[in-house]
C-alpha cells in the first residue's frame, strides 16, 4: 500500500480544494472522509500515519446536520490510526500499555488533575468534551513515538508537503488583497472557503465576532495578516516554524529548493504580522548568534538563517506600504513594530487586562483553578465564548487558571522534554533547527494560547512524538 499514499494525497489535495472552493457541494466532504478512512483502514499502520500528518492543514469539517457540522474528519482517523496501533503493539492476551517513561507517567498526572478539575467547573460538559478533545489530539502522536527508526525519515519528510500547500495558499491570499476590495475578501474566505473548511459555526464565530485577519492603522488602512488555510494568522506562523526543521533536515542534499524554501517561509510568518511572533524571533536570533559561539557543526548550518528572518522586514515594510483592498498607501509594518511597547495601544491593554485577571482568578483556585474548559469563567463571559478564543493569551498562564498550578508545572515538564532532546540531537540538522524552532514556539506562547487550536496541537505533538524516536540516521 505504501505506493498509494501519493496517489490517494493527490486525490486529496484536489477535492480539498475543490470543496473549499466551491466547485462541489459542501456533501462532497463526506467523500473525502470515505476516501480517507478506507485507506486509512487497509493500508500499514506507517503508511497511514505518514498520510494523516500530510494532511493536517487540510483536514475537512464534515456537514452533519444543519446545527453540527464542525465534527472533523481527523478525529475519526486518528481513532482509527490508535487502534489499528494498540492492535498491532499489544495482544488481548498480554495487554501492556507503556507508561514507564517520563512522558507517560506526566501526561497520565496531567489528564487525573484535569479530571479531577471537572468537579470544580462550573460547566462540566464542557469539561468532558475537552478531555476528549485532547485525547483524541495525543492518539497519533503516541503512535509516531512508538514507530521504529526506520520510519523516522519518512514521518519527519511528512511535515513538507503541506508546508508547500499553505505557504502557496497564504501567497495567494496575499495577492488577492490587490485584486478585490476587503468585503470580496470577507465574503470569500469569510463566508466561502472558511465555512466548507470548518463548518458554520466558525465562520459566523470569526465574521460576525471578530477574527485576526487584519491590522489596521490610525489612518483606516488595512493589512492583510497572512493566515492560509487556517483559523487565524496566530497558528498559520506556528505551523510553518514546527514544519521548517523538516526543510532543514534537507540541507545537506545535492537539491536547492530547501534553500529557496527556508526564507519564504520567514517571510510568510513576518506577513501574519503576529507581534508576539516577531518578538520572539528576533529574540531567538540574538540567542543564536551568541550561541553559535560555542555551538558548533549542525547548529552552524542553521542558526545563520534566522538573519534573513530579521532582514525580510526590510522587504516587508514597502510591501506592507502598498495599497491592499484598494484602501491607498500607508506604513501599516512601522506602526504594528512601534506597537509591540505600546502598552496603551488597544491589543495590549487587552491583553494586559486578561493577565492580571488570569493571574487574579490563579491566586483564589491555585489547585484545580476554574475546570479545564472553563477560561471564559476568569472573564466572567459565557462559556461559549472559548469557541470564539477567549483566552489568557499566555499558553502557562491558561494551563494554570484552567487546571491549576501541579498542572502548570506538569505541562513545563513536558515542553520541556522535547526541548531537552533537541539538545541531545543537535549534532543532526533536524536537531539544531527545533533547539531554534522550539524556543522560538515557547516564547511566542507567552503571548498567546494558539497552541491548544487542534492544527497547531496537531502539528507540535507530532514533532514531539519525532524526538521520541531515535533520529542517528537523521542528516
Same mark, same amino acid.
Given at each position: 500500500?505504501?505506493?498509494?499514499?501519493?496517489?490517494?494525497?493527490?486525490?486529496?489535495?484536489?477535492?480539498?480544494?475543490?470543496?473549499?472552493?466551491?466547485?462541489?457541494?459542501?456533501?462532497?466532504?463526506?467523500?473525502?472522509?470515505?476516501?480517507?478512512?478506507?485507506?486509512?483502514?487497509?493500508?500499514?499502520?506507517? +503508511?497511514?500515519?505518514?498520510?494523516?500528518?500530510?494532511?493536517?492543514?487540510?483536514?475537512?469539517?464534515?456537514?452533519?446536520?444543519?446545527?453540527?457540522?464542525?465534527?472533523?474528519?481527523?478525529?475519526?482517523?486518528?481513532?482509527?490510526?490508535?487502534?489499528?496501533?494498540?492492535?498491532?503493539?499489544?495482544?488481548?492476551?498480554?495487554?501492556?500499555?507503556?507508561?514507564?517513561?517520563?512522558?507517560?507517567?506526566?501526561?497520565?498526572?496531567?489528564?487525573?488533575?484535569?479530571?479531577?478539575?471537572?468537579?470544580?467547573?462550573? +460547566?462540566?460538559?464542557?469539561?468532558?468534551?475537552?478531555?476528549?478533545?485532547?485525547?483524541?489530539?495525543?492518539?497519533?502522536?503516541?503512535?509516531?513515538? #512508538?514507530?521504529?527508526?526506520?520510519?523516522?525519515?519518512?514521518?519527519?519528510?511528512?511535515?513538507?508537503?503541506?508546508?508547500?500547500?499553505?505557504?502557496?495558499?497564504?501567497?495567494?491570499?496575499?495577492?488577492?488583497?490587490?485584486?478585490? +476590495?476587503?468585503?470580496?475578501?470577507?465574503?470569500?474566505?469569510?463566508?466561502?472557503?472558511?465555512?466548507?473548511?470548518?463548518?458554520?459555526?466558525?465562520?459566523?464565530?470569526?465574521?460576525?465576532?471578530?477574527?485576526?485577519?487584519?491590522?489596521?492603522?490610525?489612518?483606516?488602512?488595512?493589512?492583510?495578516?497572512?493566515?492560509?488555510?487556517?483559523?487565524?494568522? #496566530?497558528?498559520?506562523?506556528?505551523?510553518?516554524?514546527?514544519?521548517?526543521?523538516?526543510?532543514?533536515?534537507?540541507?545537506?542534499?545535492?537539491? #536547492?529548493?530547501?534553500?529557496?524554501?527556508?526564507?519564504?517561509?520567514?517571510?510568510?510568518?513576518?506577513?501574519?504580522?503576529?507581534?508576539?511572533?516577531?518578538?520572539?524571533?528576533?529574540?531567538?536570533?540574538?540567542?543564536?548568534?551568541?550561541?553559535?559561539?560555542?555551538?558548533?557543526?549542525?547548529?552552524?548550518?542553521?542558526?545563520?538563517?534566522?538573519?534573513?528572518?530579521?532582514?525580510?522586514?526590510?522587504?516587508?515594510?514597502?510591501?506592507?506600504?502598498?495599497?491592499?483592498?484598494?484602501?491607498?498607501?500607508?506604513?501599516?509594518?512601522?506602526?504594528?513594530?512601534?506597537?509591540?511597547?505600546?502598552?496603551?495601544?488597544?491589543?495590549?491593554?487587552?491583553?494586559?487586562?486578561?493577565?492580571?485577571?488570569?493571574?487574579?482568578?490563579?491566586?483564589? #483556585?491555585?489547585?484545580?483553578?476554574?475546570?479545564?474548559?472553563?477560561?471564559?469563567?476568569?472573564?466572567?463571559?459565557?462559556?461559549?465564548?472559548?469557541?470564539?478564543?477567549?483566552?489568557?493569551?499566555?499558553?502557562?498562564?491558561?494551563?494554570?487558571?484552567?487546571?491549576?498550578?501541579?498542572?502548570?508545572?506538569?505541562?513545563?515538564?513536558?515542553?520541556?522534554?522535547?526541548?531537552?532532546?533537541?539538545?541531545?540531537?543537535?549534532?543532526?540538522?533536524?536537531?539544531?533547527?527545533?533547539?531554534?524552532?522550539?524556543?522560538?514556539?515557547?516564547?511566542?506562547?507567552?503571548?498567546?494560547?494558539?497552541?491548544?487550536?487542534?492544527?497547531?496541537?496537531?502539528?507540535?505533538?507530532?514533532?514531539?512524538?519525532?524526538?521520541?524516536?531515535?533520529?542517528?540516521?537523521?542528516?
Amino acid at each position: 500500500m505504501s505506493k498509494y499514499v501519493n496517489r490517494v494525497y493527490a486525490v486529496e489535495v484536489v477535492l480539498f480544494f475543490l470543496i473549499i472552493f466551491g466547485a462541489l457541494p459542501r456533501w462532497f466532504a463526506f467523500v473525502l472522509a470515505g476516501i480517507l478512512i478506507i485507506y486509512t483502514l487497509f493500508a500499514s499502520l506507517e +503508511d497511514a500515519t505518514v498520510l494523516f500528518v500530510r494532511s493536517i492543514p487540510l483536514f475537512i469539517a464534515l456537514p452533519l446536520t444543519a446545527s453540527f457540522d464542525n465534527f472533523n474528519t481527523w478525529r475519526v482517523l486518528a481513532i482509527i490510526i490508535f487502534i489499528k496501533f494498540i492492535i498491532a503493539k499489544f495482544s488481548i492476551f498480554n495487554f501492556q500499555f507503556p507508561i514507564k517513561s517520563k512522558f507517560s507517567i506526566l501526561l497520565i498526572l496531567l489528564l487525573l488533575i484535569s479530571i479531577l478539575s471537572i468537579f470544580v467547573a462550573q +460547566d462540566k460538559t464542557a469539561s468532558v468534551l475537552r478531555i476528549i478533545y485532547f485525547a483524541n489530539l495525543l492518539m497519533v502522536p503516541i503512535v509516531i513515538s #512508538h514507530l521504529g527508526v526506520q520510519h523516522l525519515s519518512r514521518i519527519v519528510n511528512a511535515f513538507i508537503p503541506p508546508l508547500f500547500i499553505v505557504l502557496a495558499v497564504g501567497f495567494l491570499q496575499l495577492a488577492s488583497t490587490y485584486f478585490g +476590495d476587503i468585503y470580496q475578501f470577507v465574503d470569500f474566505w469569510g463566508w466561502g472557503a472558511q465555512c466548507r473548511q470548518f463548518g458554520m459555526e466558525w465562520c459566523r464565530i470569526a465574521v460576525e465576532q471578530g477574527n485576526t485577519w487584519f491590522t489596521y492603522n490610525t489612518f483606516g488602512n488595512i493589512n492583510l495578516r497572512m493566515f492560509s488555510l487556517f483559523t487565524d494568522s #496566530h497558528t498559520f506562523p506556528m505551523f510553518v516554524l514546527l514544519a521548517l526543521p523538516a526543510i532543514f533536515a534537507k540541507l545537506d542534499t545535492k537539491r #536547492h529548493w530547501p534553500s529557496i524554501l527556508i526564507p519564504i517561509a520567514f517571510l510568510a510568518v513576518i506577513l501574519s504580522n503576529t507581534r508576539g511572533m516577531w518578538l520572539a524571533g528576533w529574540v531567538m536570533t540574538l540567542a543564536a548568534m551568541i550561541a553559535m559561539i560555542w555551538l558548533r557543526g549542525s547548529f552552524r548550518k542553521v542558526a545563520p538563517w534566522l538573519v534573513a528572518f530579521v532582514l525580510l522586514f526590510a522587504f516587508v515594510y514597502p510591501l506592507s506600504a502598498t495599497p491592499q483592498f484598494g484602501l491607498g498607501w500607508n506604513a501599516t509594518l512601522g506602526s504594528r513594530i512601534r506597537s509591540i511597547l505600546n502598552f496603551g495601544e488597544t491589543s495590549n491593554a487587552l491583553r494586559i487586562a486578561i493577565w492580571k485577571a488570569s493571574l487574579r482568578s490563579i491566586v483564589q #483556585h491555585p489547585l484545580l483553578g476554574v475546570g479545564i474548559g472553563n477560561f471564559p469563567v476568569v472573564l466572567q463571559q459565557d462559556i461559549e465564548l472559548a469557541k470564539a478564543g477567549s483566552s489568557a493569551h499566555n499558553v502557562y498562564l491558561h494551563v494554570a487558571a484552567e487546571i491549576g498550578i501541579p498542572a502548570l508545572i506538569l505541562f513545563l515538564w513536558l515542553l520541556w522534554i522535547p526541548l531537552r532532546r533537541a539538545w541531545e540531537l543537535r549534532s543532526t540538522l533536524y536537531g539544531s533547527a527545533l533547539l531554534i524552532m522550539l524556543p522560538w514556539i515557547y516564547g511566542y506562547l507567552l503571548t498567546d494560547a494558539a497552541l491548544f487550536d487542534e492544527r497547531a496541537f496537531l502539528i507540535f505533538a507530532a514533532v514531539y512524538g519525532t524526538l521520541s524516536i531515535n533520529q542517528s540516521r537523521l542528516s
